[in-house]
């Protein structure tokens, strides 16, 4: 069994995290917001399809962690999404990290992943 009141702690932490409402995360994963709340509250438990939605809807969550505290939170680390187009709707690899770099930080490497599981690999030079 898991213990209710570790696991509300760490569902907190989870909505805290990616700087969600109860009412946002809700819509997030699908449920009704008086889920979350109720959970939240602990007059209900979490159902398996409940936690279902949050690992489907947030990959940084694992499983174990969440049900157990095992593990680690986020699973990986936070990264930024940028879209850069010119005229022609692409952008070199060359001039999208120079665009990306800023005084302080450089850019090592830009993988993009497609949606059919082939990728594209770009290292600065």
């Keep these: 069994m898991i213990n209710t009141e570790d696991f509300i702690k760490r569902l907190q932490k989870v909505i805290d995290y990616y700087g969600e409402s109860a009412s946002s995360f809700a819509e997030k994963i699908g449920v009704q917001r008086s889920s979350i709340s109720h ?10 399809d409940f936690v279902l939605k949050v690992l489907s809807s947030f990959p940084e969550v694992e499983l174990y ?12 680390p936070r990264t930024e999404s940028y879209v850069l187009e010119n005229n022609e709707g692409t952008t070199s690899s060359s001039k999208m990290i120079q665009n990306l770099n800023s005084s302080d930080k450089t850019i090592e490497r830009i993988v993009i992943f497609y949606k059919d599981g082939s990728f594209q690999n770009f290292e600065n030079s």
């Design 39 to 48: 959970i939240l509250s602990g007059r209900n438990k979490p159902s398996l």
């Design 65 to 76: 962690w969440l049900m157990n505290g095992k593990g680690a939170f986020p699973s990986e």
